[in-house]
Nanobody
Framework: VQVAESGGGSVQTGGSLRLSCVGSGYTFRRSCVAWFRQPLGNEREYVAIIVSGDDTFYGDAVKGRFTISHDVAKNTLSLIMNNLKPDDTAMYYC????????????????????WGQGTQVTVSS
């Protein structure tokens, strides 16, 4: 499995960004696919997840502002981020986990075996 993110950058508060993650070697409906983020000096936390191609979950801090989606034909995971805030500043990572293992811990980084290199998002006030 390989995944690679793109689309990070610097925006002002209230702005928008779209992150993309192109992947290979996994089956969407037999995987957990997710976006995590890690602010400098802090733990990695989940942002948004799609479990087994059906169920979608969002972290409390991003609900109503971020949207996760997956294009099966292009094997691309996307994250649309609207109304960005300085607290959204972090390195954002794409992750893929295999079922059934990831089903028990999909909100935790331990549920995912495969990670991209990350893309930086910086939101200025």
């Amino acid at each position: 499995v390989q995944v690679a993110e793109s689309g990070g950058g610097s925006v002002q508060t209230g702005g928008s960004l779209r992150l993309s993650c192109v992947g290979s070697g996994y089956t969407f409906r037999r995987s957990c696919v997710a976006w995590f983020r890690q602010p400098l000096g802090n733990e990695r936390e989940y942002v948004a997840i799609i479990v087994s191609g059906d169920d979608t979950f969002y972290g409390d801090a991003v609900k109503g502002r971020f949207t996760i989606s997956h294009d099966v034909a292009k094997n691309t995971l996307s994250l649309i981020m609207n109304n960005l805030k300085p607290d959204d500043t972090a390195m954002y990572y794409c992750a893929v986990g295999s079922t059934p293992r990831c089903l028990e811990r999909f909100r935790s980084k331990t549920g995912y075996e495969y990670w991209g290199q990350g893309t930086q998002v910086t939101v200025s006030s």
